[in-house]
């Protein structure tokens, strides 16, 4: 149990483009997930935290206008990398909370902007 | 006070030695310690946690040890194998709806066969 998947696993895209990534808890409903940028060798860096029905919270420098999040249902949450810049390349990550404490991952997206 | 310190670095263990990763936390009022592996271009996943009522913690090879008095908390990984080369990240939180996991930054761990 407390499966997340996330889509696609991998995405290249061009310079200026847009790039929308689904995170889904697929056995159990979800009210908080977050979002995870994380760079070669170091730990997590947390985005957002985004809450089923409401406007997500942004961490201190993240541009909520670059990278969009909508939590559109108790098992969807997705990120929206808006005109992706090279300096963007990384691997997302999204989890999803069950109950009070407990966050499960997703495999990631690794994100490659040419 | 929101940070969590992890040690060491890197970690080189022989086959069926123990390895141990040391995670130390400012927060008194965190109250939810997990401990996540990650392999090369995966995501984490939840291995183990503990909460502040008990001092030890065992599932299969994996223990976690915790020290309130102390605010530590260790990952013990009795006789580990090559398949459990990986990341590890210690992390705490303070429950609730918004909690947020505050990671340590990770222990790249070697086993030798």
């Known amino acids: 149990g407390a499966v997340v998947s996330q889509h696609p696993s991998r995405v290249i895209c061009k310079s200026g483009t847009s790039v929308k990534i689904e995170c889904r808890s697929l056995?159990?409903?979800?009210?908080?997930m977050f979002w995870y940028r994380q760079f070669p060798k170091q730990s997590l860096m947390l985005m957002a935290t985004?809450?089923?029905?409401?406007?997500?919270?942004?961490e201190q420098g993240v541009e909520k206008d670059k990278f969009l999040i909508n939590h559109a249902s108790l098992t969807l949450s997705t990120l929206t990398v808006t005109s992706a810049h090279p300096e963007d390349s990384s691997f997302y990550i999204c989890s999803a909370k069950l109950g009070t404490d407990t966050q499960y991952f997703g495999p990631g997206t690794r994100l490659t902007v040419l | 006070q929101q940070q969590v310190k992890q040690s060491p670095q890197s970690l080189i263990v022989q086959k069926g030695g123990i390895s141990i990763i040391n995670c130390a936390y400012e927060?008194?009022?965190?109250?939810?310690f997990p401990w996540y592996q990650q392999f090369p271009g995966k995501g984490p996943a939840l291995l183990i946690a503990?909460?502040?009522?008990?001092s030890e913690k065992k599932e299969g090879r994996f223990t976690i040890s915790f020290n309130k008095s102390a605010k530590q908390f260790s990952l013990h990984i009795m006789d580990s194998q090559p398949g459990d080369s990986a990341t590890y990240f210690c992390?705490?939180?303070?429950?609730?709806?918004?909690?947020?996991?505050?990671f340590g930054k990770g222990t790249k761990l070697s086993v030798k066969p």
């Open positions: 992390a705490a939180t303070k429950g609730g709806s918004q909690g947020n996991l505050i």
């Open positions: 056995d159990f409903q979800a009210t908080t």
């Open positions: 503990i909460r502040p009522d008990v």
């Open positions: 985004s809450n089923e029905g409401s406007k997500a919270t942004y």
């Open positions: 927060n008194t009022a965190f109250d939810y």
